[in-house]
Structure formats: structure tokens, C-alpha cells
């Protein structure tokens, strides 16, 4: 099951009588791609803890501010997305080719849900590209291996590696390294993009959640502000550094203005020497 053209997608049983976390996670998004079953999740979420609809989304947001921030201001085209989630608008690639129709967009995730829903992030501009691998974070041979790779993205001109909330699905010890050999595999001037679960502004919270987690048998770890800059030894931090998210450029969009306890999530965006 490895496509990179929307007609070799496979069929792929979606299970729409059960919950499912991305598409909970779209759902909370104010996305269309969920069923009932993960509405009624959902809603438990929400009445649980009423600020998860506003958390979930500022995690989103701060990814489109992320994207534009590279495609504004750092000049960046070509961008390899690890962990895209099922697909939301606007997707990475509509928002970077806002700024510039040639640029080009490799997405990867691990889920079967995700690949069923691939064909949505297929929809580049025609002066751009994007592909769609399906591959795990665990497997970066593989995935620097894969022919849609070499294909879309040219290696040896600046990449964007993004790992938007995923990194939380891995513990320091398995992440750390994967990270380091990814961007080993890209040029000077290339950029990590990160976000990073927290309980540092949010500690009840956190706890839920992570313990909801666990309970669905989904290993997390949440990360202190000097746990996230670790992903970022030997890179130059772009301003703010890492910063909760809500306080990450606030201002490259409308969204609403959350107060620390209301995110749970750091940001830090930089620039390989
Ligand atoms: C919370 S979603 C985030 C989606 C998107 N990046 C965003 O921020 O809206 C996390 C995604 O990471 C994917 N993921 C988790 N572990 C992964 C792994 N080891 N390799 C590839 N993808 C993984 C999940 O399937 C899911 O789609």
C-alpha cells in the first residue's frame, strides 16, 4: 500500500462504525471527514473539557502559521510533512502555494484512515506538486528511499521538515534520533518545524487527555518547554523560539486569541546551518 498517484490509492475498510482518532481529531477541527461515531467521542470530549474544540484548533492554526512563516519569510518551497493527519482545508500545500504555486509538498503518515483520505491532499496547483507516502516516522530509510520523494522534492535545495503534533506519539529516546537522521538528509538552509504536547501550561488538562490516550492504548509523552528546545541542539532558532503555541506569531492570523492554560502545546521553528 505505498501510492503516489490518487489512482493507486487502495480501498481501504474505514470502519465508520467506530471511532477513529483523526477523524475525532478532524471532527473537533470543525472538519467533514468523520462519521457519527466519532461525533458522539467527540462530543464526550467536548463536554468533558469544553476547551478541547479551541485547543485542537489553535494546534491546527499554528501549523498554516508555520507554513506561511517559511513561505513568507524563509523563502521555503519544498516542504516534507511527517504525520499530516487526515486531510483538513486549508492543507499545508494550499497555504504555501498561497504564496507560491510551484511549491511542492510531500506528505507522509503512517494510518490507513489518513491513506483512504490521500486523494484530498493530491490537488496541487498545476505549476506545483504534491505526493502522498505512505510510510512510518520509525522508518526514515524507507521513507528517504521512496521514489515520490526524489520525485517531488529536489534534496539538495532546502526542505521544510514538518512534524506537526506527532512527536508526542514517541518517547524522547525513539524520536530524537529519527528527527536527527531526517534533517542529516537535507541541505543547509533547510528548516524544522515542530510542535510538541506540553503539560506545562495546562497540567489538568494534559492529564486527561494523555491519560485518555493511554486508556486507548495510544502511547504519549508530553514534553517540557526544555524537552521541545532539545529537538532544536545545533539549529538557529527562528523568533520567538519555542513558544506555546498561542504566542508563536499570533499575528499571521485572524483566529482567536487563546490564553496560555487554553493550549497545550509548544512551538519552535529553525533553521539547519
Ligand atoms: C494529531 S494528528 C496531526 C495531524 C496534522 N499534522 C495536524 O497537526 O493537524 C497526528 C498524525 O500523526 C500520524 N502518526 C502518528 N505516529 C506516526 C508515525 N510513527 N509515523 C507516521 N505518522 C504517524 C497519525 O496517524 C496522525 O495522522
Not at 504564496?99 to 490507513?112: G, I, K, L, M, T
Not at 486523494?119 to 505512505?134: C, E, F, K, M, V
Not at 537535507?186 to 486527561?208: H, K, R, W, Y
Request: net charge negative; glycine share 6%.
Amino acid at each position: 500500500m505505498r501510492p503516489t498517484q490518487d489512482d493507486r490509492i487502495p480501498t481501504v475498510d474505514l470502519q465508520t462504525d467506530r471511532a477513529h482518532p483523526a477523524r475525532v481529531y478532524d471532527y473537533l477541527l470543525g472538519g467533514k471527514t468523520n462519521f457519527a461515531a466519532d461525533r458522539v467521542a467527540g462530543d464526550l470530549i467536548v463536554e468533558e473539557w469544553p476547551g478541547s474544540l479551541a485547543s485542537a484548533r489553535a494546534s491546527r492554526a499554528v501549523m498554516h502559521r508555520m507554513a506561511r512563516r517559511l513561505a513568507e519569510t524563509h523563502g521555503i518551497r519544498q516542504f516534507l510533512d511527517v504525520g499530516t493527519g487526515i486531510p483538513t482545508e486549508p492543507n499545508l500545500h494550499e497555504i504555501a502555494q498561497r504564496v507560491d504555486p510551484a511549491a511542492r509538498v510531500v506528505y507522509v503518515d503512517n494510518d490507513p484512515i489518513v491513506l483512504a483520505h490521500a486523494r484530498a491532499l493530491l490537488t496541487s496547483t498545476p505549476q506545483g506538486r504534491t505526493a502522498y507516502i505512505d510510510c512510518d516516522l520509525r522508518d526514515p530509510e524507507k521513507l528517504l528511499a521512496d521514489g515520490a520523494l526524489h520525485g517531488t522534492l529536489d534534496l539538495d535545495r532546502p526542505v521544510a521538515l514538518t512534524l506537526i503534533n506527532i512527536v508526542h506519539f514517541l518517547s524522547d529516546e525513539a524520536v530524537q534520533p529519527l528527527v536527527a537522521r531526517l534533517l542529516d538528509a537535507l541541505p543547509a538552509g533547510s528548516f524544522l518545524a515542530l510542535t510538541a504536547g506540553t503539560a506545562d501550561s495546562a497540567p489538568e488538562q494534559a492529564e486527561v487527555a494523555s491519560r485518555r490516550y493511554r486508556e486507548a492504548g495510544i502511547e504519549n509523552h508530553l514534553r517540557t518547554r526544555a524537552g521541545v528546545e532539545r529537538f532544536f541542539a545545533g539549529l538557529e532558532l527562528d523568533d520567538p523560539g519555542v513558544a506555546l503555541i498561542n504566542r508563536w506569531h499570533p499575528e499571521l492570523d485572524d483566529g482567536p486569541r487563546l490564553a496560555d492554560h487554553e493550549v497545550m502545546a509548544y512551538a519552535g521553528l529553525a533553521r539547519k546551518p
